[in-house]
């Protein structure tokens, strides 16, 4: 009976956590491409234009997605799945995905003139050589590890970042400090006018909130807010209180509320917002400008080598690509 719970918290958890833990560089990797069957080198993974990327980067990669989730769901995620999908297939999509993106971003930093600058070209090198001193020989015999193909990886990664770079910083783009603020609240809610007004009265009568709110929703009477998560009603209400005070009753969604503001803008949090919803909009400009050029793009792809990989089979390296490439690049 343990192990079953233990094995529904693990499904309900991968089920939460994939869409957003997509190790390292998530910005850059959601696009879509064009596969086409051709011959390859031993080592070649993927060609598209006059780049071709290798097994290795994509085994390196696959190390870390390996042990980021191993690290939150244990060795026995990789008999799990996601819908129809294994939770094997799903980290490699999600990796062949990223590869791609980076290649076909490179593509285009080519067309731009996008190049890397001198102190760039010298954190490769660097980023490089410390990654290449930190693997075993065991390590590099088996990813097929050369200094030199390790410069490419992390200057294919450089020269992408700096494309997005590049481009997002030349766009006007702007996010209002009112419209990212976070606030904190705790709420009363009823599923009659008549339950709602006799909490309403008892708070008249000077009783806490938090125990009247406790008493109608024990489960949840206090969250945290951001615009366009709530019920239109519900947010606007909230929004336009001021710390302390007290709405009237409002009806959202079929229920009735009493909203008790406790903070109207928690400051660090307001500004994480902002900078995630900046974030978050500077990505959608510039996919409206890399997309078109993406979808031109023709990969082609060595299906037979990239089936016979398993993430689960895939060797654990100390060190991780992501953290080398952001002490050095980013």
């Given at each position: ?36 069957s051709t ?27 390996k ?20 939770f ?38 660097d ?43 030349s766009?006007?783009?702007e ?5 990212a603020r976070?606030?904190?609240?705790q ?87 902002r900078?995630?919803i ?28 990239w089936?016979?990989?398993?993430t ?19």
């Open positions: 009976m343990r192990k079953q719970r233990k094995m529904r918290l693990i499904a309900l958890l991968i089920t939460a956590v994939a869409a957003l833990l997509i190790f390292g560089y998530i910005r850059f990797f959601n696009g879509k491409l064009i596969y086409i011959g390859f080198g031993k080592d070649d993974l993927f060609k598209t234009g006059n780049y071709t990327a290798t097994l290795m980067e994509a085994k390196i990669l696959l190390s870390d997605a042990t980021e989730y191993e690290a939150l769901f244990g060795s026995d995620i990789w008999q799990q799945s996601i819908g129809d999908v294994s094997d297939d799903f980290v490699k999509d999600q990796v062949k995905t990223k590869l791609e993106r980076v290649y076909c971003m490179n593509a285009m930093a080519d067309k731009n003139g996008v190049v890397l600058s001198r102190s760039q070209r010298d954190a490769v090198e980023a490089a050589d410390e990654y290449y001193s930190s693997l075993t020989e065991a390590q590099i015999k088996e990813l097929n590890v050369t200094k030199e193909k390790l410069v490419n990886m992390f200057t294919r990664f450089a020269v992408a970042q700096t494309l997005y770079n590049d481009m997002t910083e766009m006007d783009i996010v209002s400090y009112d419209e976070v606030i904190t609240i709420y009363i809610c009823a599923d009659t006018m008549e339950d709602i007004e006799a909490a309403k009265k008892r708070l008249d009568n000077n009783e806490i909130f938090y125990v009247v709110a406790r008493d109608y929703n024990p489960d949840e009477y206090e969250r945290e807010c951001r615009r366009g998560e709530l019920d239109e009603s519900f947010e606007e209400a909230a929004y336009n209180l001021a710390s302390g005070e007290v709405s009237g009753i409002i009806e959202a969604g079929g229920k009735y509320y009493i909203i008790k503001c406790s903070s109207d803008n928690d400051k660090s949090k307001t500004e994480a917002n900078t995630a900046l974030e978050r909009r500077m990505l959608e400009a510039f996919n409206q400008e890399f997309e078109p050029f993406e979808a031109k793009q023709f990969v082609e792809f060595n299906s037979k080598k089936n016979k990989i398993k689960s089979s895939v060797g654990t390296i100390s060190v991780k690509f992501e953290e080398i490439y952001n002490s050095y690049l980013n």
